[in-house]
């Protein structure tokens, strides 16, 4: 690898893969960035559009076992499983479920933290730098409970953010009404609010303007589809479907859910997973939010957006190539007419995002085990928008030499295999 300015490659243009791009081109990089659709229209898409420091708490704890059930009996519920796509994603369940011990979460919230700490300056930095620092609104988040019962079973993953720097408060009734007045929650429900989360008037124009920031500084993009990949200690190469073949001093792969598939390429697989999102876009929702206001007990956030009111939520396990099911996002019509009376849900846009589940819910934020050249950037699940920057800048430092300036130890590749 040059010392002076490494040609890099980084595979995927999602919010990680932009940030690293232009992370990298900022350190003095050479940088190809390479995707099969333009920045911003994968995963990156149609997120909740919310930057959400506070969530720390991994996805499998002690007891969810004993949820689980009831979600998948319930057609309105959080969860469902492609019962025929069990097979392929059963060893994936097993590995999630045995993670959620207390060790596991706490070591999986102290990861996510470390990163969590540096969110708003590094988000700071890259909207200033790409002239977007309009399109995010800094009004913390509503979390809305249906019932006190609902609110002290989920406490402790609030009172673990107290414990790690992220407050939280709750609302009394009246001023719940004062923030929120088109709101109206459960009787028996408990309401809060998180002051250090943000969101974006358009997720999608954000990532593609970090990606256009990161071109206009020099990287070098390229639309196609990576269909090998290698590395030797002299350097990295692609070939893609359109027959090309670029060649480079380094690779970073941050190709979300599809990661894998190169990734066994280069090294082997890692227990990651599609967890499918779905979102409901309301071009004409006739009520008004200023806060982005999340249903505890329903799994779904509203996100007030420039383009109306986006419903994001829901979680399907499925083949990554299986065909979306458009019925999870009229679902969350559903809900939200349950909080919002007067919400008008047509015209709608509907879609659906394949979030990269890593089995203890923490990325890969790591250089390869097998080859100096190569690092990785992906599974990180629901909070690929929010660590996305952070990501980046900590790639950079590692394709340089550079301190990080975080133990990287957590998101370590191989932490999966024994040594």
């Not at 909207?127 to 019932?147: E, H, K, P, Y």
């Not at 196609?224 to 350097?235: C, E, K, L």
């Not at 679902?331 to 979030?355: F, T, V």
Request: with cysteine.
């Amino acid at each position: 690898m040059s010392a002076h300015a490494p040609h890099c490659i980084v595979i995927g243009a999602g919010i990680v893969g932009s940030s690293c791009a232009w992370h990298l081109v900022q350190a003095g990089c050479e940088v190809t960035l390479v995707d099969r659709v333009e920045p911003g229209l994968s995963t990156s898409f149609g997120n909740a559009g919310c930057i959400s420091p506070s969530q720390l708490a991994p996805y499998s704890y002690p007891g969810v076992w004993k949820k689980i059930p009831g979600w998948l009996r319930d057609e309105l519920g959080p969860l469902t499983i492609r019962w025929g796509h069990l097979p392929w994603i059963a060893t994936w369940l097993l590995r999630f479920l045995r993670s959620g011990t207390a060790a596991g979460v706490r070591r999986a919230a102290e990861a996510q933290a470390q990163i969590m700490y540096r969110v708003p300056a590094d988000w700071d930095a890259i909207l200033a730098a790409s002239g977007q620092s309009a399109m995010r609104t800094s009004n913390g988040l509503i979390v809305l409970f249906d019932s006190e019962e609902e609110f002290h079973a989920a406490k402790w993953q609030y009172e673990l953010d107290a414990e790690l720097g992220f407050d939280w408060r709750q609302l009394g009734a009246d001023e719940l009404q004062q923030m929120a007045p088109a709101l109206q929650p459960a009787q028996q429900g408990v309401a809060l609010h998180i002051p250090c989360w943000q969101h974006l008037a358009d997720p999608s124009a954000v990532s593609a303007g970090i990606a256009r920031a990161a071109i206009a500084a020099g990287a070098n993009w390229r639309q196609d589809t990576v269909q090998q990949v290698a590395a030797t200690s002299d350097g990295v190469s692609l070939t893609t479907r359109e027959g090309g073949r670029i060649e480079a001093d380094a690779l970073v792969i941050a190709a979300g859910p599809w990661s894998n598939l190169l990734a066994r390429q280069l090294d082997h697989t890692v227990p990651m997973t599609p967890k499918r999102g779905y979102h409901s876009m309301l071009a004409q929702p006739a009520v008004k939010l200023d806060h982005p206001v999340m249903s505890a007990s329903r799994s779904f956030v509203m996100t007030p957006m420039a383009a109306g009111l986006r419903l994001a939520g829901t979680a399907e396990f499925a083949r990554l190539d299986a065909a979306p099911n458009y019925r999870r996002a009229m679902i969350l019509q559903q809900h939200a007419q349950r909080y919002l009376p007067g919400l008008n849900c047509a015209p709608s846009s509907e879609w659906m995002g394949q979030r990269p589940m890593m089995a203890d819910s923490v990325p890969v934020i790591s250089s390869s085990p097998r080859h100096a050249n190569v690092y990785y950037a992906f599974g990180h699940g629901h909070y690929g928008l929010t660590q996305g920057p952070s990501t980046g800048r900590i790639i950079a430092a590692l394709v340089r030499g550079e301190d990080p300036g975080i133990d990287l130890a957590p998101y370590r590749f191989d932490r999966f295999r024994k040594h």
